[in-house]
């Protein structure tokens, strides 16, 4: 069963790097087919030579790190204030977390276009990235984790005078890496693959990222034909820093339940 379900969600990648290096005809004709008859690279030349690619992935980077550093930054310090600090609210503060869960994303974008509109950050990378920087998920997600080490090990740092940052940051934070991974995973491949907020944040051609570029491809702005191994050969390179990533740091993700049991 287990191999099944590899095989389901692993094939449709293996169609998407085929599919990249086949002649528009054949993706056509043979669409599900893993071996092409011809091996062209002309999806990728075409792309990188008829397409603003590497601008696409510049923005795509950019966007990405300050996204992953502000969720990293933000979601640990505030699940650490709804751990640790003691103050009127916090309860209710954390209900309305758990229920922006709750609610569909596609819900805000448009609320979200009118903020940014009226603050005078569309169109802006501000725009694209102010609203990303925190999540309702990595707050609850590294609140849980603190609540899951015992007070008492900052006992010593606050006899000693260390204040709530202090604590946090020295602390209790590095007791905190499997879960600030996991927040580093998810924030990563959240923003590289964010579509809907870049769609209602920007208008400007130049600030296009790797999914408003690829989403583009798909409507056929570059000629004539279907297109598939142009569309799948963008698709191919967009996916490999995800990839390289999750690989890179699948162990730590899957050991952030055992991390919180042993702090």
């Known amino acids: 069963m287990l191999i099944f379900l590899a095989l389901v969600y692993i094939y449709p990648f293996l169609i998407s790097i085929a599919g990249s290096f086949k002649t528009d005809s054949e993706a056509t004709q043979n669409p599900l087919g893993l071996i092409p008859e011809t091996i062209t690279f002309a999806a990728y030349e075409q792309l990188f030579a008829n397409s603003p690619f590497a601008l696409w992935a510049g923005n795509t980077v950019f966007v990405t790190v300050c996204v992953t550093i502000g969720r990293v930054l933000f979601d640990s310090m505030a699940g650490y204030a709804l751990s640790r600090l003691k103050f009127r609210g916090r309860t209710v503060i954390f209900v309305l977390f758990i229920g922006i869960l709750s609610v569909p994303g596609v819900v805000l974008l448009i ?15 501000g725009g694209m990235i102010i609203p990303l920087l925190s999540t309702a998920a990595g707050v609850f997600i590294m609140k849980q984790f603190f609540d899951s080490i015992p007070e008492s090990i900052e006992e010593a740092a606050r006899i000693d005078g260390a204040g709530n940052f202090r604590r946090f940051w020295s602390v209790v934070l590095p007791m905190a890496t499997p879960a600030l991974v996991t927040i580093f995973i998810l924030s990563f491949q959240g923003s590289w693959n964010e579509l ?10 130049d600030l296009n990222t790797l999914t408003v570029g690829v989403a583009q491809l798909v409507s056929g702005t570059l000629g004539a034909g279907n297109q598939f191994p142009l569309q799948l050969a963008a698709a191919v390179l967009m996916s490999i820093p995800v990839a390289v990533l999750f690989f890179v740091f699948q162990r730590r993700i899957m050991n952030t339940t055992a991390g919180a049991e042993k702090g």
């Open 196 to 205: 809907g907020h870049f769609i209602v944040s920007r208008q400007s051609q």
């Open 111 to 125: 609320p979200r276009f009118l903020i940014l509109n009226e603050v005078g950050l569309y169109n802006t990378y």
